[in-house]
């Protein structure tokens, strides 16, 4: 049997659910928003429920990957080191107090190996402790950056593949518990604004009706139209990488289509961890999610006003708008904006009636 993720009408949900078990499949995922169901069945039985009810669409569960460029199974440490190439002086937020306290940031990643991480929960079958330090890599970019936030891990996979089935299982589950989610990982999918893929329909879904920030790697396949989903989503903040020391585009980040700002900002993609290098849009999404996470609490958790300061804060680097999205992100910038938006609201506060 092959395991196949299915959109139906609705209304037909449980009767294709029944369908299922009636015909010896197994369900095997029902999302509690969406008509979406993964079921474990046979070609034949596939066949019959595409005859017999009106489908949105039945593909193989997804494989994604996550955003490294290498990909590596990498050993497990303690006292891990992390440098962000070029460096960014994060002392400026936590001198300010933007810090995080009041955030509670999800990564989705391969586990995490770390004994700060608030709460750990594994949908993988193999336990929460990671066999890829994949995870652990980004949870540290973000807690470099919002020292005062909360993470949770939520392992979805145990060598770098990710199973759709499992991401929809940590994305339900992570937004009981968090107001961020970080997302270095990506699924090749058929995609468009007028027919979302399942991934990009979940992240808008829950950020238009939870209020969840969503931080997604735009991938590492370097070429034109190569945005991996959720990536593609509209309410997703997507993250590219540039090259080191240079302000250029990384050759492997994605680029996007004319028209559309995505990937939407532009960051570093390269670290040392424990003094080996590594690089990907797996590791400039943290970046950012480090950095919305810093100031969210005191944005009352308003998604389009922390947008808003993101992206305030880029740097035309004289890229076309579908590689760059708004551009660069630049530290500096990101702090005259919050601390114009101080003033304002100051101001604001003192308007006589």
Known sequence: MDTYLLKCQEHDSPAVQDFVLKNNGTIVYSSPILPIISVSIDDFVKQQIEREFNLEYIIKDPVGKLQDVEGNVTSITKNNTLNIVPSLNFSKLRNSNYIGWGATVGVIDSGVSESWVSEQYDFTGYGTTPHHDHGTKVAN????????????????????????????????????????????????????????????????????????????????????????????????????????????????????????????????????????????????????????????????????KTKSFLYESAIDIGLPEHHQGFGLFDLDKFMEVLLDGEINDTSKGQEQN
Do not use: M, W
């Not at 585009?249 to 040392?272: H, Q």
């Open 141 to 304: 970019i973000i807690k470099s950056v919002a020292q005062g936030a909360k993470i949770n891990s939520y392992k979805v996979t145990q060598d770098g593949r990710v199973s759709g089935t499992h991401f929809f299982q940590a994305v339900d589950a992570a937004i009981q518990k968090v107001d961020i989610l970080n997302l270095s990982l990506g699924f090749d999918t058929t995609c468009s604004p007028d027919q979302l893929c399942p991934f990009c329909e979940y992240v808008n879904y829950y950020t238009q009706n939870e209020g969840k920030l969503f931080i997604v790697a735009a991938g590492n396949h370097g070429l034109e139209n190569s945005v991996q989903c959720p990536g593609r989503a509209q309410d997703a903040i997507t993250v590219g990488a540039i090259k080191g020391y240079a302000n250029e585009l990384a050759d492997y980040s994605s680029r996007g289509v004319p028209g559309i700002k995505k990937p939407n900002i532009l960051t570093s993609g390269t670290i040392y961890f424990n003094h080996e290098q590594c690089e990907g849009t797996s590791f400039a999404t943290p970046v950012i999610t480090g950095v919305c996470t810093t100031v969210f609490p005191k944005l009352s958790k308003d998604i389009a």
